[in-house]
């Protein structure tokens, strides 16, 4: 069993900046994923194990940078530029397998899950 445990959420004006950490053992494949009220869970941003590759939702591209440190167990979310569209919970997300595939985005391919962290940007 992996357990996560994101940190770092908060309230942020818009224009504003937020880091979110995630912790977790073992060197796979994690990802980020928000989810606002009434609306599906969304993929943001994912990386390998070893960071060989990293990708991101189209709407956050060039604002997000997602990364980690194994020596830390940690995978870490910054976000720039906060638009009050990316108010949501985040959470982070882990994989079985080390490799991350761009084509496999979607919720049901990563197995475990953290309790959420909230983030609002106020306009």
């Known amino acids: 069993q992996v357990q996560l445990v994101e940190s770092g959420g908060g309230l942020v004006q818009a224009g504003g900046s937020l880091r979110l950490s995630c912790t977790a053992s073992?060197?796979?494949?994690m990802g980020w994923f928000r989810q606002a009220p009434g609306r599906e869970r969304e993929f943001v941003a994912a990386?390998?194990?070893?960071?060989?590759?990293?990708y991101y939702a189209d709407s956050v591209k060039g604002r997000f940078t997602i990364s980690r440190d194994n020596a830390k167990n940690t995978v870490y979310l910054q976000m720039n530029s906060l638009k009050a569209e990316d108010t949501a919970v985040y959470y982070c997300?882990?994989?079985?397998?080390?490799?991350?595939?761009?084509?496999?985005?979607?919720?049901?391919?990563?197995?475990?899950w953290g309790q959420g962290t909230q983030v609002t940007v106020s306009s």
């Open positions: 997300a882990a994989r079985t397998v080390l490799s991350a595939d761009v084509n496999q985005k979607h919720p049901r391919y990563f197995d475990y």
């Open positions: 073992g060197r796979r494949c």
């Open positions: 990386i390998s194990g070893m960071s060989t590759f990293t």
